[in-house]
């Protein structure tokens, strides 16, 4: 996981990336990954089209990540397995 290369969104205007908050009860906040990154455009293309001149698709080796998971104070990762539909498998952090 370390070696593999990840894509995330990230807002061009203040870059903060896209995240998830699975339960509304819970405040746990995800960082949304894609592992390839026609994933991540499609993911914008279909469910935030109206925003995908102030979206950009950001790549990040596996170290990169456990950094931005400890600096944004995400609680884990949303791992999309179906930018469509979408499905999103949800990992806390360790």
Not at 18 to 35: K, M
Not at 46 to 75: C, I, M, P, Y
């Amino acid at each position: 996981m370390l070696s593999e290369i990840y894509y995330l969104i990230r807002s061009k205007a203040d870059g903060r990336y896209l995240a998830a908050r699975p339960n509304e009860d819970d405040s746990s906040t995800f960082v949304l990954v894609f592992r390839e990154n026609f994933d991540a455009l499609s993911y914008l293309n279909t469910h935030a089209s109206d925003l995908a001149d102030r979206l950009g698709v950001e790549s990040v080796s596996g170290t990169q990540l456990k950094t931005v998971l400890q600096k944004w104070s995400f609680n884990g990762l949303g791992m999309v397995t179906d930018p469509l539909l979408p499905t999103i498998e949800f990992l806390l952090q360790s």
